[in-house]
Every structure is written in C-alpha cells, then in structure tokens.
C-alpha cells in the first residue's frame, strides 16, 4: 500500500559526505513521522534521526553534529545529509515511516524501505 524507495548510498572516503533520499509512494494522505535506521554486519538496527511532520527532530549521539535530516511533505520525500562520515558509519540504511495515513482510510500504517548500503572506506 505504501512503498518507500531509499537512493543516493554508495562508496565514499572518509570525512566523505553523501546525501540519502527517500520517497514514499501510494494513495497516501498524510505521513506524521519520518526517519532513518542503520545496521551494520552482525549489529542491530539502530536509529540515525527522525523529524515529525511539522520538522521537528531527533538525532542519535552519533549523527548529532554531522549529520541532517529533512524532509519535503508535499513530495512525502525524506533526506539524510551526511557529513564527515566515519568508517563506522558503513552500515545498510533503512527509510521509516511512521503514523501513515492512506485516503480514505482510519487506519495508521507503519513502512520501512529495503535498505541502502552506505560504506565509508579508503
């Protein structure tokens, strides 16, 4: 019903920078929450950054100072700017939407997208 699309991973150095984005698509109304996840090999998915609807938002101590999130309501598009990225960053990175809403519907829905790998090497 609701399809999120992560791009913009890959290979990069570090002290690097990249820029994720994240599209949702479907019959959507409204998307309250939305945010980025990593997981590294052999480790837990852990929170990045969220930012609700009205753009506040929320870092993990590791992305505070480095890294930014935003987002485009109009497009129901969120990005992640990361900047001075460590190798410790390489991870797959997961889009989340939290607190949909489809037209028409009563109903909240949660989406993760499929992932894009991010690796921070030299």
């Known amino acids: 019903q609701v399809q999120l699309v992560e791009s913009g991973g890959g290979l990069v150095q570090p002290g690097g920078s990249l820029r994720l984005s994240c599209a949702a698509s479907g019959n959507i109304f409204i998307i309250n929450d939305m945010g980025w996840y990593r997981q590294a090999p052999g480790k837990q998915r852990e929170l990045v950054a969220t930012?609700?609807?009205?753009?506040?938002?929320m870092y993990a101590d590791s992305a505070k100072g480095r890294f930014t999130i935003s987002r485009e309501n109009a497009k129901n598009t969120v990005y992640l700017q990361m900047n001075s990225l460590k190798p410790e960053d390489t991870a797959v990175y997961f889009c989340n939407a939290e607190k949909i809403l489809l037209r028409g519907s009563r109903n909240y829905l949660t989406s993760w997208g499929q992932g894009t790998q991010v690796t921070v090497s030299s």
């Open positions: 930012i609700s609807r009205g753009g506040s938002t």
